[in-house]
T-cell receptor, first 117, second 113 residues
Framework: DTEVTQTPKHLVMGMTNKKSLKCEQH?????MYWYKQKAKKPPELMFV???????INESVPSRFSPECPNSSLLNLHLHALQPEDSALYLC????????????????FGNGTRLTVT | AQKITQTQPGMFVQEKEAVTLDCTYD???????LFWYKQPSSGEMIFLIY??????QNATEGRYSLNFQKARKSANLVISASQLGDSAMYFC??????????FGPGTRLSVLP
């Protein structure tokens, strides 16, 4: 069983909808991540939270809005998405966000398959 | 320039045989970690094995081993005694000290009965 839980597993939304993806980890990790993955491609980094503060935003459009309410939870708020935003959205956590010599692995959730119609 | 290269888009292996998935990397940082992830068709990314740049011995985890050749900058994954459940996409990834993860393009492994 994965120790990083994502909900929902599947989401279909229209371009005018507002929805949220949720992620929870109980591994005591201090860094949490959102990745976007298109079919047959590697994951692409979107956001990194380190100690509950946004540390990296990889030039993601503002229609994606991350939120980290506490060290265990990570949300991704979606608004006015485009069909090209359809993808698998993966949440991950790690012990650290790579400050200094940080070589802890990423632990991923099962992902949310998002379809924008 | 690509930091992680996986030259095999697809591989086939007979059940119970061993298979090697190639990964080469590029870094000038002396401190880095190398990782392999498995992604079945269901989508979850499963962490398999890790090798640190200063580790003297090759990493092993059950049927997975990492053939680490530092001078060649290669970190090949060896899966012994392949099982049908090993059919999946496999990603090699690197993390340099203080940096984020970089993923390779992946190799799709198909295990034949």
């Amino acid at each position: 069983d994965t120790e990083v839980t994502q909900t929902p597993k599947h989401l279909v939304m229209g371009m005018t909808n507002k929805k949220s993806l949720k992620c929870e980890q109980h591994m005591g990790h201090r860094a949490m991540y959102w990745y976007k993955q298109k079919a047959k491609k590697p994951p692409e980094l979107m956001f990194v939270y380190s100690y509950e503060k946004l540390s990296i935003n990889e030039s993601v459009p503002s229609r994606f809005s991350p939120e980290c309410p506490n060290s265990s939870l990570l949300n991704l708020h979606l608004h006015a998405l485009q069909p090209e935003d359809s993808a698998l959205y993966l949440c991950a956590s790690s012990q650290d966000a790579g400050q200094g010599f940080g070589i802890s692995p990423l632990h991923f959730g099962n992902g949310t398959r998002l379809t924008v119609t | 320039a690509q930091k992680i290269t996986q030259t095999q888009p697809g591989m086939f292996v007979q059940e119970k045989e061993a298979v090697t998935l190639d990964c080469t990397y590029d870094t000038s940082d002396p401190s880095y970690g190398l990782f392999w992830y498995k992604q079945p068709s269901s989508g979850e990314m499963i962490f398999l094995i890790y090798q640190g740049s200063y580790d003297q011995q090759n990493a092993t985890e059950g049927r997975y081993s990492l053939n680490f050749q530092k001078a060649r900058k290669s970190a090949n994954l060896v899966i012994s005694a392949s099982q049908l459940g090993d059919s999946a996409m496999y990603f090699c990834a690197m993390r340099e000290g203080g940096q984020n993860f970089v993923f390779g393009p992946g190799t799709r492994l198909s295990v034949l009965p």
